[in-house]
């Protein structure tokens, strides 16, 4: 038996629509600039696009209808509305998709604009405590392949998009994942958000749709 010097903490993991058991999260692989008005939003070329990777830590999950906390060192705190892509076992021991969900990418956006402009990573800026909140998972093809994705922020309508306005589809992220990564069951990849990024503060209350999936709904808490 194990003799652990402190005990481990729980395995984060995600509800499944309409099941008792839960998706154990192992990491968070993140795909920038997949939308092009997005790229373009952020000062790149979508035409001159290659898919790159950014990566947050399983345990910066918000699950359950938990509300993420208002992080330290930061004073411009993005949204980002994502779909993500839930990786489990497929055929002849590989990995699929197995489920989806909604997302949102949180973003300390003034250190992301430093370390793009000082050349250094981006961990700071996206991989912190409770950065990426996350709707129950729905197992099975996405539901609505070519449907809407949506944020709102108080009630106002800041991103308003369509799934099938992502540069990557989600079998050709996957596809650049795999070459960089051995993906594994457990794996999460939110696949890119649409224009319309900006802050959030303190008592603002986002919902991210995405037709077909579960509602994500949450306070940010100061």
């Known amino acids: 038996m194990t003799q652990w010097l402190f005990a481990p903490r729980p395995a984060p993991s995600l509800p499944i629509v309409g ?8 990491r968070i692989l993140c795909v920038g600039q997949n939308y092009a008005a997005h790229a373009r939003e952020m000062g790149s070329d979508p035409d001159k696009q290659t898919p790159f990777f950014f990566t947050k830590p399983g345990d910066a999950i918000v699950s359950d209808g938990a509300n993420p906390s208002y992080p330290s060192a930061t004073a411009n705190l993005h949204y980002e509305a994502e779909l993500v892509a839930a990786i489990g076992p497929g055929k002849d021991g590989g990995v699929a998709i197995v489920g989806w969900a909604v997302g949102c990418d949180l973003t300390r956006r003034d250190l992301q604009a430093e370390a793009k402009t000082a050349g250094r990573p981006w961990d700071a800026a996206k991989g912190f405590d409770q950065s990426a909140p996350c709707g129950p998972i729905t197992l099975g093809d996405l539901p609505s392949p070519d449907g809407a994705i949506r944020l709102c922020v108080n009630g106002e309508t800041k991103q308003d998009s369509v799934l099938n306005d992502m540069i990557l589809n989600p079998d050709r992220i996957v596809a650049a994942a795999a070459a ?14 649409p224009s319309g990024v900006g802050p959030v503060k303190p008592g603002d209350r986002v919902v991210v749709t995405i037709d077909g999936l579960e509602t994500l709904s949450f306070e940010v808490q100061s």
């Open 19 to 26: 099941s008792d058991q839960r998706f154990p999260v192992r």
């Open 180 to 193: 960089l990564w051995s993906l594994q069951p457990g794996d999460l990849i939110f696949t890119g958000t």
